[in-house]
């Protein structure tokens, strides 16, 4: 077992000074009540800034708690933001995959359809955000189970239903599938879930590289995948492109 | 040879985006900057144009690195603007004269007031299609010229330049004190109330009305033809298409034929149908606008339902009221109550627009009791936008004699589920989302592309055209109309509320 990490505890007294203190600390402020040099102080500062944890007054320069750590205990993202940063980049996966895109995250034991983009070809189809998929059996079920540590909690001790003769429905083969998920960055469900069925679904990461849901497509075996049943590579390079581009909005803009 | 694209802008009223579309029509990389907002004084919005050319710099850089392209892959490009915001500058410097009065802005309404007592102002609508009102540019130049100490002069000796915001960034991509082309489209200078909406020209009796001298204003060019060359940023494309933005999200949604119809829900709504050839004109309080014009083809016409305030109220629930922190969370909020508890909010923040064109309405909240939560405000702000469809739909149908069947929606807004259900419930139509919610973007695209023979002809864009989602109506009819009741109810208290200023 290594020792305690120096500058996580170092960051944890700034973090505790700044919470029991009325107004704003400046750097040096901070710095004498520790015993520490500013320089120290200041690299610490700057890391709590970028992850959003501590908020520096343009003004006077300096420091107080951010609205990131006060959110903390509720800091999922919002699903009807997760939508809306990511209408565009499922709309283009749409456009180029010719197939319907689903987002998910990870509900209760469930995945949560939250955006859903009908397949391009004009078709009367239902819109079913709001419904809910199971995890073992869907290609974003499967995402989330292999990067959500809460979805995979979920599951752990329940039966898995079975769909289709495919479905799996045992935890010691679902964990093998779970770690090629993760090795390769993608998932895929082959009439699983529905027979005829399939999909490919990548994981959608928020700030800090978490993972906050999976975006998908779906549609008829024949279409997704090779005589084979393996996936059309083209298409999960689509699906990787578009979880890629909407990882880098959440990333880049959010904090 | 590799793969070409068409670049698009959309310099929006709280942004500028620029978006790289390829051959059909998909999305391949969008950059995006704010701007500030400047409210100086109650009434007034101002933009800080250098601020915007600035960012337009940037984001273009940035599409182009994204989707790692070079210039030379870049077809043409379009550009679409918020429309009716004023700007003057200097032709020799090439600095702008204050800031850009924005659309939104009500600092000339005494001065409206004025002049639709003056003798003449009866030419205006009957020329332009549009009431006299603070909402269009040709007051705001007229206020400028006389606040601004010398202005007038120096504009007569045609010194200053009047543009939009397509001029402005025309005026310096094309090389700015450098020999930039000062021009416009027909679909902006529509709102100026300057142009005859028949003859396509600036108009000298209008001009004359208002005060305005003709040196300073752009050529009129139509919405898609080469303007010139781009000698900064992106050295050599073409700058091929011009829009206003409602009309190149008509565009956009491949509203060609007449009778198409389209909404595009951002910091406002605006509602536009395709008329054809003929101008048409509304008895109930739609506007009369230049839809599009493809170079060497006759104009086509639209009326509007122009609706001031839908998404800028959820930005003033955020920014104002700080009851959310993200605008998309209006609908978690809205979503942990039933309905509206009874309360309604109108957001006559500049006076209300179509159908009513009221300016001295301010906003209003009734139905207040103990029992309303912010879940139910929000709520009421979300209604608010589909109630305001609701007025101008009706209108619409009104003046076509068509019923509406279907609404093609379009916008940041459409992003929200609950609201396009409530569209589609107090419309009593189905509301459908096209693949490209970026419709400006992609309707100055299409332009551009089509000026510069990228794409062959209208059926083609067409084709691309596909639904992305559709929202199928589901309240009780007598819930309906009880509540478009109160809805009306609370609008009439908006009314009257700006007293006219004592002469
Ligand atoms: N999920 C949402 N629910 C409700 N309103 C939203 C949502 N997402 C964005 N908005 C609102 O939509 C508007 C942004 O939409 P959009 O980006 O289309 O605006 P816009 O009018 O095009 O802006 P601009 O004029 O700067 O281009 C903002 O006013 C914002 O408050």
Known sequence: ?255 | MSERYVMSIDQGTTSTRCILFDHRGRLVSVAQREHRQHFPKPGWVEHDALEIWRNLERIIVDALAQAGITTDQVAALGIANQRETTLLWDRVTGQPIGRALVWQDTRTDTLVAELARAPGAGLVAERTGLPLATYFSAPRIRWLLDHVPGLRERAERGEVLFGTMESWLIWNLSGGVDGGVHVTDVTNASRTLLMNLTTLRWDEELLKFFGVPAAMLPEIRSSAEVYGRARRVIPGVRIAAALGDQQAALFGQTCYAPGETKCTYGTGGFLLMNTGAEPVRSANGLLTTVAYQIEGQPAAYALEGSIAITGALVQWFRDGLGLISTAPEIETLARTVEDNGGCYIVPAFSGLFAPHWRSEARGVIVGLTSYITKGHLARAVLEATAWQTREVVDAMNHDSGLRLKELKADGGMTADHLLMQIVADVLNVPVVRPMVAETVSLGAAYAAGLAVGYWADLEGLRRNWHRAARWVPAMDPAVRAAEYANWKRAVQRSFDWIKPAEP
Not at chain 1, 47 to 54: E, I
Not at chain 1, 107 to 118: E, N, S
Not at chain 1, 126 to 137: F, K, R, S, Y
Not at chain 1, 178 to 196: H, I, N, Y
Request: aromatic residues 4%; charged residues 20%; contains cysteine.
């Open chain 1, 1 to 255: 077992m290594p020792g305690p990490v120096q500058s996580i505890e170092r960051a944890a007294a700034i973090l505790r000074l700044l919470a029991s203190s009325s107004g704003r600390l400046g750097v040096g402020e901070l710095a004498s009540s520790l015993g520490l040099a500013r320089g120290t102080v200041h690299g610490i500062l700057r890391t709590l800034v970028r992850v959003g944890f501590v908020e520096q007054d343009e003004a006077s320069g300096k420091y107080q708690l951010g609205a990131a750590l006060l959110h903390l205990g509720t800091s999922y993202l919002d699903v009807n933001e997760l939508r809306s940063r990511a209408i565009n980049w499922a709309d283009a996966l749409a456009a180029r995959s010719g197939e319907a895109v689903r987002i998910g995250t990870f509900l209760d034991g469930k995945v949560l359809v939250v955006h859903h983009v009908f397949r391009p070809d004009d078709t009367l189809q239902a819109m079913d955000v709001g419904t809910l998929l199971p995890l073992h059996a869907t290609a974003l079920g499967k995402v989330l189970l292999a990067y959500d540590a809460n979805a995979a909690a979920a599951i752990r001790d329940a039966e898995l239903e079975r769909y289709c003769r495919r479905t799996i429905t045992n935890h010691r083969e679902l964990a093998r599938v779970l770690t090629r998920v993760r090795d390769q960055g993608w998932a895929a469900s082959v009439e699983e879930a529905v027979q005829g069925e399939a999909g490919i679904a990548a994981p959608i990461r928020g700030y800090g590289g978490l993972v906050v849901g999976a975006i998908g497509i779906s549609g008829a075996v024949e279409r997704l995948c090779d005589a084979r049943r393996q996936p059309d590579p083209a298409l999960v390079g689509y699906v990787r492109d578009a979880a890629r581009a909407v990882s880098r909005d959440l990333g880049a803009s959010r904090w």
